[in-house]
């Protein structure tokens, strides 16, 4: 059974930070690339930041370009991260995290993930 579980999201001021966690099992990880997709009710997704274990390759929008850095860890539990620094309100929004065998498919949105998590609600304010 395949699980993404992300956690970390939550209720910060503008030009703080925060730290998404996403912990995943059912897969072997080193297999997949990894993203970071968000949402806002109304508008489309979009993918904030992507990550391929087998060449080290990263991805991020140009929102986020600069203040987002992604990170994984299968050393010792398979889970990827995203620190987010000097966040805006505008990167309010549910985070979910993704997995796919194919890191362009991750950035290009399309087809749709392999594997989905749940979300988790990040909340900046003015």
């Known amino acids: 059974d395949v699980q993404l579980q992300a956690s970390g999201g939550g209720l910060v001021q503008a030009g703080g930070s925060l730290r998404l966690s996403c912990a995943v099992s059912?897969?072997?990880?080193?297999?997949?690339?990894m993203s970071w997709i968000r949402q806002v009710p109304g508008k489309e997704r979009e993918v904030v930041s992507c990550t391929s274990k087998s060449d080290g390759s990263t991805y991020y929008a140009d929102s986020v370009k600069g203040r987002f850095t992604i990170s994984s860890d299968s050393n010792t539990e398979n889970e990827v991260f995203l620190q987010m620094n000097s966040l805006k309100p505008e990167d309010t929004a549910v985070y979910y995290c993704?997995?796919?065998?194919?890191?362009?498919?991750?950035?290009?949105?399309?087809?749709?993930?392999?594997?989905w998590g749940q979300g988790t609600l990040v909340t900046v304010s003015s």
């Open positions: 059912g897969i072997t990880f080193d297999d997949y690339a």
């Open positions: 993704a997995a796919d065998p194919s890191l362009s498919s991750l950035i290009d949105g399309t087809p749709p993930p392999s594997y």
